[in-house]
């Protein structure tokens, strides 16, 4: 699934390539919108929310995606070829007179009243690189439920938004404690900085076109996705286990050396080396 930076990437290509002009192609692929036509209207902007993308048109409407795992918008100039995917996976067409943006596979496609663009992503904590972001909040927002494993609520939208499963573990290295680890349970100095180090991650990241975490070029990230090789650190082995209540679970990358707490015993841990699917 998409990160935040990832998803702020998306916004700014479509920003630039529709904000402030008449939409001459509207195609919405799905059941529902079939027969809504944007036409003739003034793409206004293209914001991220979290994970959302919010792309606003004259008239009070907004069209609401959300890539998930698979779905992508692809921004092309005219009379170049599509090459995001058969067309049969295409959702959504947005064309005007230099450029069409291609939706691919997008799991959520749905056209608002920009007024109620709330009910799509009202509930979403702050904003990690939105203009509401609110580290007091967002810290307020994880600390709810002290049991709560740390992964978990990162990962929680509506505690802070933007955080997936890669920068999930790589904050949890970067703190020093293991995504198990009851969030009430991290040292005080460690959740003070916390929401601080996830800004500076994704903000860090949102103009690169390679995620890095560690400044080291070839080395990006230090623990996703390393399974089983060696920690950057200190050369233990680093392990992998699926972390979540059953119907959502996550491939988790820790070293369990650099990071203290509790973790699944090693006969758990499953030795992948790509993400599995999730929602």
Same mark, same amino acid.
């Given at each position: 699934?998409?990160?935040?930076?990832?998803?702020?990437?998306?916004?700014?290509?479509?920003?630039?390539?529709?904000?402030?002009?008449?939409?001459?192609?509207?195609?919405?692929?799905?059941?529902?919108?079939?027969?809504?036509?944007?036409?003739?209207?003034?793409?206004?902007?293209?914001?991220?929310?979290?994970?959302?993308?919010?792309?606003?048109?004259?008239?009070?409407?907004?069209?609401?995606?959300?890539?998930?795992?698979?779905?992508?918008?692809?921004?092309?100039?005219?009379?170049?070829?599509?090459?995001? +995917?058969?067309?049969? #996976?295409?959702?959504?067409?947005? *064309?005007? &007179?230099? @450029?069409?943006?291609?939706?691919? %596979?997008? !799991? =959520?496609?749905?056209?608002?009243?920009?007024?109620?663009?709330?009910?799509?992503?009202?509930?979403?904590?702050?904003?990690?690189?939105?203009?509401?972001?609110?580290?007091?909040?967002?810290?307020?927002?994880?600390?709810?439920?002290?049991?709560?494993?740390?992964?978990?609520?990162?990962?929680?939208?509506?505690?802070?938004?933007?955080?997936?499963?890669?920068?999930?573990?790589?904050?949890?290295?970067?703190?020093?404690?293991?995504?198990?680890?009851?969030?009430?349970?991290?040292?005080?100095?460690?959740?003070?900085?916390?929401?601080?180090?996830?800004?500076?991650?994704?903000?860090?990241?949102?103009?690169?076109?390679?995620?890095?975490?560690? +400044?080291?070029?070839? #080395?990006?990230?230090?623990?996703? *996705?390393? &399974?089983? @090789?060696?920690?950057?650190?200190? %050369?233990? !082995? =680093?392990?992998?286990?699926?972390?979540?209540?059953?119907?959502?679970?996550?491939?988790?990358?820790?070293?369990?050396?650099?990071?203290?707490?509790?973790?699944?015993?090693?006969?758990?841990?499953?030795?992948?080396?790509?993400?599995?699917?999730?929602?």
């Amino acid at each position: 699934m998409p990160e935040g930076d990832t998803v702020w990437q998306a916004a700014k290509r479509l920003h630039d390539a529709l904000a402030g002009e008449v939409l001459t192609r509207s195609d919405l692929r799905v059941p529902k919108y079939a027969t809504a036509d944007l036409t003739g209207r003034t793409v206004l902007d293209v914001t991220p929310r979290g994970k959302h993308l919010l792309t606003r048109v004259e008239g009070g409407l907004t069209l609401h995606s959300h890539l998930r795992m698979d779905g992508s918008w692809k921004v092309y100039e005219n009379g170049r070829r599509w090459s995001g +995917g058969p067309s049969h #996976q295409i959702r959504a067409i947005l *064309g005007t &007179a230099d @450029r069409t943006a291609v939706g691919y %596979r997008l !799991p =959520v496609l749905e056209l608002l009243r920009t007024t109620d663009e709330h009910r799509a992503v009202g509930h979403l904590g702050p904003d990690l690189l939105g203009p509401d972001w609110d580290p007091e909040q967002a810290l307020a927002n994880l600390l709810t439920d002290p049991a709560r494993p740390l992964g978990e609520a990162l990962l929680d939208q509506r505690n802070l938004a933007g955080i997936g499963n890669v920068y999930k573990s790589e904050l949890c290295f970067l703190l020093g404690v293991t995504p198990w680890l009851p969030i009430g349970g991290l040292p005080a100095d460690r959740t003070a900085k916390l929401p601080t180090l996830a800004k500076k991650l994704l903000e860090a990241n949102r103009d690169r076109p390679v995620r890095s975490t560690t +400044g080291r070029r070839g #080395q990006d990230l230090f623990v996703y *996705g390393r &399974a089983p @090789r060696p920690c950057l650190r200190c %050369r233990t !082995p =680093v392990r992998i286990a699926n972390q979540g209540d059953g119907s959502r679970e996550r491939p988790t990358y820790w070293c369990p050396t650099c990071q203290l707490g509790p973790a699944p015993a090693p006969g758990a841990a499953r030795a992948h080396r790509k993400p599995l699917p999730y929602n």
